[in-house]
């Protein structure tokens, strides 16, 4: 079981910075094992994928739109995944979801569907 919770949502103006932070409580297997994804979603619009870690962690994936903007980084330590959002312009303002899975294949990393665990998401507001 998983357990996930974000923080670090808020306003800000366009060409601004956030940093986004969410902590796992994991049982039955090492944090450091776990495939780690955000995904955001804007009203009246679908889940789309931020940035992941692949399951080994040694791998990192963007989406076009935040990449050379937004860093995905974790603390295995803290048990935590966070995400630095720079240069923010009012097209990322959405709900941020912290994700992830029992198991996912590298194919699926992008893929919201193939997620299991998120947590409640957190608010970001970029106004122009």
């Known amino acids: 079981q998983v357990q996930l919770v974000e923080s670090g949502g808020g306003l800000v103006q366009a060409g601004g910075s956030l940093r986004l932070s969410c902590v796992a409580a994991?049982?039955?297997?090492?944090?450091?094992?776990?495939?780690m994804g955000w995904f955001r979603q804007a009203p009246e619009k679908e889940r789309e994928f931020v940035a992941a870690f692949s399951a080994s962690g040694r791998t990192q994936y963007y989406a076009t739109s935040v990449s050379g903007r937004f860093i995905i980084s974790r603390d295995n330590a803290k048990d935590t995944v966070y995400l630095q959002m720079n240069s923010l312009k009012p097209e990322d303002t959405a709900v941020y979801y912290c994700?992830?899975?029992?198991?996912?294949?590298?194919?699926?990393?992008?893929?919201?569907?193939?997620?299991?665990?998120w947590g409640q998401g957190t608010q970001v507001t970029v106004s122009s």
């Open positions: 994991v049982s039955g297997r090492a944090f450091s094992s776990l495939p």
């Open positions: 994700e992830t899975a029992a198991v996912l294949a590298s194919k699926d990393v992008t893929t919201a569907g193939a997620y299991d665990y």
